[in-house]
């Protein structure tokens, strides 16, 4: 056993003696950092599990709730084969602040071999970002915004995965600390999943490592997360940013789609994982450790790209693209040959290969051995088992609506008309174009509504059937600011409308929770509430998470945390794609319903900024009447009368109408709308829909709220109370804002 | 008689999946060869070289993989007459290698498919690649229309073509120019093209015909489902749009 000297590592003091008190002796170097990955915020969820469970985690769409690295949700039937929807959603914050382009592509690298080590096709990926104030050009908020953007594209471009949802919001609440979570989606067959754990049999099984090299880029990546960022350490903590190698990465996930193929032709159990936080350690200590099994691991076994690395930073270093398997001896020797002859690893990147580093055993221990010396041998319950942090949070105010406090401006015409373009170049509201032109949103061939067509991103899910899956993002920081908790919910309400308007049925959630430092007992409790919210509003519509991200620390050394950002995507199954309702109007004469959209309450919404009013009566949600008008727009679109459907966000209802015409201007289609006064600014959830057959869907409406607001019309205007703008000019002040900082 | 088409990978393609489907679906026996097995490629017919990043393209697009070994089998082909079509990253290769516009030596292009204009990134954007010259010059174009209007997706960083004046005479005089950009009306001009390409090319053909590189995806439009603006009551799995040049390719392959 080598003994060294203490070294640099955020576990507290309490943290260390409990440790060598259990060990019965100092820590080791290896040890320490082992130590100090697995019980970071970031792994360990020390202070947010025990909140995490109170939220709804299965249902009859879950296939697999959040136990592994990613969730599992049903989305049909193609060929006699039961489909699965795989996703996870995770947040890349604190490295795409100190270094945005390696550090959102890292994100992105990650979260796809969450959805890849399930087994399945990886086959989308969806970004919800944050930036902080960009009107500056020579400021580091839009060096953020930008270099972000950037990352995500070359990364998810490069790997050939589609780009179809996701949303950006600017706000100063992220000047010091931007929010790049991303999501990604794949689909498995629900007999052919790959489990992160060791199946049961796996005593003695090779532990094979696959992948780039081990560098020291990445180490003391997972505890670098859960500290607040100081400035004066940046250029220390780039260090624990990973280099992304997305070509790379193209390569092993087609080799693993070859190796789940042999596996599955010959029947073959195994275990598959993606190195995350914790690098060798932390992966092969989960795996064999949920499987009830310990681990003998050779560090000198483990393909380096740098010499005489210590052994902690080949054990812990967070180096990109590495994935690992479990695997029966007898099929190791073709699992290697597919990687490192078929699909000549060694050959794409400096030292990669698919190596056996280790092997399982019964003995429920983790051992790390180097240059013949043991370096780390510790009791693998211990290592990984979930260690717990109560922090003290006080409940928040409830969400009561105070209905006297309310006072809704009543604009004339002539406001309204003013007002418009005001709403439509917001920065919350102006097109996203400049930014998601960046992505490729087509690359499969399997794309149906494409980035930026349609609020939810469409796709086939299967090649050569008709099964489709609608994924979206949302979370307003508006919102979050006055009132995590009711934010929370709107998120979940408005991530599952976006899927309702494309005509499909959400299925299932994933979160990715964003907030400051949990030892603060304000922002703590912003996190507690934000669970509650979402806890509600799930509940209320049938849905379940199925994975999701907890990303604390969000706090600059000022001291300002973020705005509470509950952000959730929310996946949908669509059974036919010929039923895809898209949202660029159709045909004039068509009449347009508002549908939903009843909540009361303005506080948070664009308009209310633009007015100068503070009120913070964020919308507040009625889920009965929610519910039957959710159940009606479905039954609407099953009849056929739907001809298109936008959703209401931000910017209000005149704002979503004016999506609906600038999307039937990107289909080729120059149409307008006339509206009467009805139809406003504010932003509660609920739907522009355009109808053919009016009778018929108001007979259908039942209890729903609907109320008419106008008519496509034949020119391209946007006329409101006779009052006539040019769709063209609200295009292209719509256009404007966003093209300058991403040119 | 049903000839075999070959779509070779190399380690930074990623639309070869969707590529193989459309060529099927439109009737044509293709599939993948991997670069390790790059040996195999003189068996058939034809070639079809699909986007991506064939090696990462961190010098001009293309660059790299003309001189890889599958690029040999792909130049002894052409040159006795095979069909090559190449799409994207495919497009950019065949350019390196010199088989179009063909005004040079082999692996001594004479024009580049080069950084996009005036958006100097990535850009993805649904385009409509019209077809200029008689359909008839190339076995691979003849089942088209004379004003051929194909949809698809630019979704590249490098598609701009950029050539001496010299070097773009010779283009336009041998007839070169296959596929320019237009509007969805079909009006071709300079305004229509996504990145500034020099004669609004977007896509170039050999003097024999044998030979066709063009920049935009058409297989990212090519099924009903994933149309824009879905014709809606037909099959949504059916090939149509941009698979109307895989189908012409595939009748000409087939014979």
Same mark, same amino acid.
């Given at each position: 056993?080598?003994?060294?000297?203490?070294?640099?590592?955020?576990?507290?003091?309490?943290?260390?003696?409990?440790?060598?008190?259990?060990?019965?002796?100092?820590?080791?170097?290896?040890?320490?950092?082992?130590?100090?990955?697995?019980?970071?915020?970031?792994c360990?969820?020390?202070?947010?599990?025990?909140?995490?469970?109170?939220?709804?985690?299965?249902?009859?769409?879950?296939?697999?709730?959040?136990? #592994?690295?990613?969730?599992?949700?049903?989305l049909? #039937?193609?060929?006699?084969?039961?489909?699965?929807?795989?996703?996870?959603?995770?947040?890349?914050?604190?490295?795409?602040?100190?270094?945005?382009?390696?550090?959102?592509?890292?994100?992105?690298?990650?979260?796809?071999?969450?959805?890849?080590?399930?087994?399945?096709?990886? !086959?989308?990926?969806?970004?919800?970002?944050?930036?902080?104030?960009?009107?500056?050009?020579?400021?580091?908020q839009?060096?953020?915004?930008?270099?972000?953007?950037d990352?995500?594209?070359?990364?998810?471009?490069?790997?050939?995965?589609?780009?179809?949802?996701?949303? %950006?919001?600017?706000?100063?609440?992220?000047?010091d600390?931007?929010?790049?979570?991303?999501?990604?989606?794949?689909?498995?067959k #629900?007999?052919?999943?790959?489990?992160?754990?060791?199946?049961?049999?796996?005593?003695?099984?090779?532990?094979?490592?696959?992948?780039k090299?081990?560098?020291?880029?990445?180490?003391?990546?997972?505890?670098?997360?859960?500290?607040?960022?100081?400035?004066?350490?940046?250029?220390?903590?780039?260090?624990?940013?990973?280099?992304?190698d997305?070509?790379?990465?193209?390569?092993?996930?087609?080799?693993?789609?070859?190796a789940?193929?042999?596996?599955?032709?010959?029947?073959?159990?195994?275990?598959?994982?993606?190195?995350?936080?914790?690098? !060798?350690?932390?992966?092969s200590?989960?795996?064999?450790s949920?499987?009830?099994?310990?681990?003998?691991?050779?560090?000198?076994?483990?393909?380096?790209a740098?010499?005489?690395?210590?052994?902690e930073?080949?054990? !812990?270093?967070?180096?990109?693209?590495?994935?690992?398997?479990?695997?029966?001896?007898h099929?190791?020797?073709?699992?290697?040959?597919?990687?490192?002859?078929?699909?000549?690893?060694?050959?794409?990147?400096?030292?990669?290969?698919?190596?056996? %580093?280790?092997?399982?055993t019964?003995?429920?221990?983790? %051992?790390?051995?180097?240059?013949?010396?043991?370096?780390?041998?510790?009791?693998?319950?211990?290592?990984?088992?979930?260690?717990?942090?109560?922090?003290?949070?006080?409940?928040?105010?409830?969400?009561?609506?105070?209905?006297?406090?309310?006072?809704?401006?009543?604009?004339?015409?002539?406001?309204?008309?003013?007002?418009?373009?005001?709403?439509?170049?917001?920065?919350?509201?102006?097109?996203?174009?400049?930014?998601?032109?960046?992505?490729?949103?087509?690359?499969?061939?399997?794309?149906?509504?494409?980035?930026?067509?349609?609020?939810?991103?469409?796709?086939?899910?299967?090649?050569?059937?008709?099964?489709?899956?609608?994924?979206?993002v949302?979370?307003?920081?508006r919102y979050?600011?006055?009132?995590?908790?009711?934010?929370?919910?709107?998120?979940?309400? #408005?991530?599952?409308?976006?899927?309702?308007?494309?005509?499909?049925?959400p299925?299932?959630?994933?979160?990715?929770?964003?907030?400051?430092?949990?030892?603060?007992?304000?922002?703590?409790?912003?996190?507690?509430?934000?669970?509650?919210?979402?806890?509600?509003?799930a509940?209320?519509?049938?849905?379940?998470?199925?994975?999701?991200n907890?990303?604390?620390y969000?706090?600059?050394?000022?001291?300002?945390?973020?705005?509470?950002?509950?952000?959730?995507?929310?996946?949908?199954?669509?059974?036919?794609?010929?039923?895809?309702?898209?949202?660029?109007?159709?045909?004039?004469?068509?009449?347009?319903?508002v549908?939903?959209?009843?909540?009361?309450?303005f506080?948070?919404?664009?308009f209310?900024?633009?007015?100068?009013?503070?009120?913070?009566?964020?919308?507040?949600?009625?889920?009965?009447?929610?519910?039957?008008?959710?159940?009606?727009?479905?039954?609407?679109?099953?009849?056929? %009368?739907?001809?298109?459907?936008?959703? !209401?966000?931000?910017?209000?209802?005149?704002?979503?109408?004016?999506?609906?015409?600038?999307?039937?201007?990107?289909?080729?289609?120059?149409?307008?709308?006339?509206?009467?006064?009805?139809?406003?600014?504010?932003?509660?959830?609920?739907?522009?829909?355009?109808?053919?057959?009016?009778?018929?869907?108001?007979?259908?409406?039942?209890?729903?709220?609907?109320?008419?607001?106008?008519?496509?019309?034949?020119?391209?205007?946007?006329?409101?109370?006779?009052e006539?703008?040019?769709?063209?000019?609200?295009?292209?002040?719509?256009?404007?804002?966003?093209?300058?900082?991403?040119? | 008689?049903?000839?075999?088409?070959?779509?070779?990978?190399?380690?930074?393609?990623?639309?070869?999946?969707?590529?193989v489907?459309?060529?099927?679906?439109?009737?044509?026996?293709?599939?993948?060869?991997?670069?390790?097995?790059?040996?195999?490629?003189?068996?058939?017919?034809?070639?079809?070289?699909?986007?991506?990043?064939?090696?990462?393209?961190?010098?001009r697009?293309?660059?790299?993989?003309?001189?890889?070994?599958?690029?040999?089998?792909?130049?002894?082909?052409?040159?006795?007459?095979k069909?090559?079509?190449?799409?994207?990253?495919?497009?950019?290769?065949?350019l390196?290698?010199?088989?179009?516009?063909?005004?040079?030596?082999?692996?001594?292009?004479?024009?580049?498919?080069?950084?996009?204009?005036?958006?100097?990134?990535?850009?993805?954007?649904?385009?409509?690649?019209?077809?200029?010259?008689?359909?008839?010059?190339?076995?691979?174009?003849?089942?088209?229309?004379?004003?051929?209007?194909?949809?698809?997706?630019?979704?590249?960083?490098?598609?701009?073509?950029?050539?001496?004046?010299?070097?773009?005479?010779?283009?336009?005089?041998?007839?070169?120019?296959?596929f320019?950009?237009?509007?969805?009306?079909?009006?071709?001009?300079?305004?229509?093209?996504?990145?500034?390409?020099?004669?609004?090319?977007?896509?170039?053909?050999?003097?024999?015909?044998?030979?066709?590189?063009?920049?935009?995806?058409?297989?990212?439009?090519?099924?009903?489902?994933?149309?824009?603006?879905?014709?809606?009551?037909?099959?949504?799995?059916?090939?149509?749009?941009?698979?109307?040049?895989?189908?012409?390719?595939?009748?000409a392959?087939?014979?």
């Amino acid at each position: 056993m080598v003994n060294q000297a203490p070294v640099n590592v955020a576990l507290r003091k309490d943290e260390l003696e409990r440790i060598a008190q259990r060990l019965g002796r100092e820590p080791t170097a290896a040890e320490l950092h082992a130590f100090d990955a697995q019980w970071s915020e970031h792994c360990s969820y020390k202070s947010s599990r025990h909140h995490l469970k109170k939220l709804p985690t299965s249902g009859p769409d879950v296939i697999l709730g959040p136990a #592994e690295d990613s969730g599992i949700l049903y989305l049909g #039937e193609h060929d006699g084969e039961r489909y699965g929807v795989v996703i996870a959603h995770e947040s890349h914050n604190h490295p795409s602040q100190v270094v945005p382009f390696e550090g959102a592509a890292t994100g992105i690298g990650g979260i796809v071999r969450d959805v890849l080590c399930m087994g399945a096709e990886v !086959v989308a990926v969806a970004d919800p970002l944050r930036f902080g104030r960009i009107d500056d050009p020579d400021s580091h908020q839009r060096s953020v915004a930008v270099g972000v953007v950037d990352g995500i594209a070359a990364y998810g471009n490069a790997i050939g995965v589609p780009n179809l949802a996701g949303d %950006v919001y600017f706000d100063e609440s992220f000047d010091d600390n931007c929010l790049v979570n991303v999501v990604a989606l794949g689909i498995v067959k #629900e007999s052919e999943i790959v489990h992160s754990f060791a199946p049961k049999d796996a005593e003695g099984w090779d532990i094979v490592l696959v992948g780039k090299a081990t560098d020291a880029s990445g180490f003391g990546g997972a505890s670098f997360s859960s500290l607040t960022l100081d400035t004066e350490d940046e250029e220390a903590n780039k260090g624990a940013v990973q280099v992304p190698d997305p070509f790379l990465k193209n390569v092993l996930m087609r080799a693993s789609y070859r190796a789940f193929a042999y596996l599955r032709d010959h029947n073959i159990e195994a275990g598959f994982k993606d190195l995350g936080a914790g690098g !060798v350690m932390g992966c092969s200590a989960e795996i064999v450790s949920s499987g009830g099994f310990g681990a003998d691991i050779n560090l000198d076994e483990v393909n380096v790209a740098i010499e005489n690395m210590p052994p902690e930073v080949i054990a !812990v270093g967070e180096t990109q693209e590495r994935l690992l398997w479990v695997l029966p001896p007898h099929v190791t020797p073709e699992i290697l040959r597919i990687y490192n002859d078929q699909y000549t690893l060694p050959q794409i990147a400096y030292n990669a290969r698919a190596t056996i %580093v280790g092997r399982v055993t019964r003995e429920k221990k983790y %051992v790390l051995r180097h240059r013949g010396h043991v370096v780390m041998d510790v009791d693998i319950d211990f290592l990984t088992g979930s260690i717990r942090d109560e922090l003290p949070f006080t409940e928040l105010q409830p969400a009561v609506l105070r209905d006297e406090d309310i006072v809704y401006p009543q604009l004339a015409t002539d406001e309204i008309v003013d007002l418009l373009p005001r709403v439509l170049a917001h920065q919350a509201v102006c097109s996203r174009e400049p930014l998601y032109r960046r992505y490729d949103a087509v690359v499969r061939g399997l794309t149906v509504i494409p980035r930026g067509a349609g609020e939810a991103g469409v796709f086939a899910a299967v090649r050569g059937g008709k099964l489709g899956v609608a994924l979206s993002v949302a979370g307003n920081p508006r919102y979050g600011r006055l009132n995590p908790q009711r934010a929370a919910e709107l998120a979940v309400v #408005e991530a599952a409308c976006k899927v309702y308007a494309t005509g499909a049925r959400p299925i299932g959630l994933t979160d990715c929770l964003n907030f400051g430092n949990p030892r603060k007992i304000e922002q703590y409790s912003e996190f507690v509430a934000a669970i509650d919210g979402l806890g509600a509003a799930a509940r209320e519509l049938g849905l379940a998470f199925v994975s999701g991200n907890v990303s604390l620390y969000n706090e600059s050394t000022a001291g300002m945390a973020v705005a509470a950002s509950a952000i959730v995507a929310c996946v949908g199954a669509l059974d036919d794609l010929a039923k895809t309702i898209t949202p660029g109007v159709k045909q004039a004469g068509n009449a347009l319903f508002v549908v939903g959209n009843v909540s009361p309450g303005f506080g948070g919404t664009v308009f209310a900024e633009l007015l100068g009013n503070d009120d913070d009566n964020v919308p507040m949600l009625e889920y009965p009447q929610l519910r039957v008008d959710l159940e009606f727009l479905r039954a609407a679109m099953r009849e056929g %009368v739907v001809r298109s459907c936008t959703p !209401v966000g931000a910017g209000g209802t005149l704002a979503a109408i004016a999506r609906a015409l600038f999307a039937a201007r990107g289909a080729g289609r120059s149409l307008g709308a006339e509206v009467d006064g009805e139809a406003y600014f504010d932003e509660t959830p609920g739907f522009v829909v355009e109808v053919d057959d009016q009778e018929l869907f108001l007979r259908l409406a039942g209890a729903a709220t609907v109320r008419r607001v106008g008519t496509v019309s034949k020119a391209a205007h946007f006329v409101i109370n006779g009052e006539s703008l040019h769709v063209e000019d609200l295009y292209r002040v719509w256009s404007a804002p966003l093209a300058e900082v991403y040119p | 008689m049903s000839g075999k088409i070959a779509v070779p990978i190399f380690p930074g393609t990623n639309s070869e999946n969707e590529t193989v489907a459309l060529l099927r679906d439109c009737g044509g026996d293709a599939e993948l060869v991997h670069w390790s097995a790059a040996e195999t490629l003189g068996r058939y017919d034809a070639y079809v070289l699909s986007g991506g990043f064939a090696y990462e393209d961190r010098i001009r697009a293309g660059a790299i993989a003309a001189h890889d070994r599958i690029m040999d089998f792909v130049i002894e082909g052409a040159q006795n007459g095979k069909l090559v079509f190449g799409v994207c990253n495919g497009a950019q290769i065949v350019l390196e290698a010199g088989l179009v516009p063909g005004t040079g030596a082999i692996r001594r292009p004479t024009a580049a498919f080069t950084r996009n204009a005036p958006e100097p990134h990535f850009v993805c954007r649904h385009v409509y690649l019209k077809i200029a010259i008689d359909p008839s010059r190339s076995a691979i174009t003849a089942s088209l229309p004379k004003d051929a209007l194909v949809p698809a997706w630019q979704a590249n960083g490098e598609g701009r073509l950029a050539a001496t004046p010299e070097h773009l005479q010779e283009i336009v005089d041998g007839s070169h120019l296959a596929f320019v950009y237009a509007f969805a009306d079909g009006t071709a001009s300079q305004s229509a093209s996504p990145n500034g390409s020099a004669l609004n090319c977007g896509g170039l053909i050999n003097r024999a015909g044998n030979v066709l590189a063009i920049m935009p995806h058409p297989e990212r439009d090519a099924w009903n489902f994933n149309h824009l603006d879905r014709r809606e009551g037909k099959d949504v799995l059916a090939p149509s749009g941009g698979a109307m040049l895989f189908k012409s390719f595939v009748k000409a392959v087939n014979g």
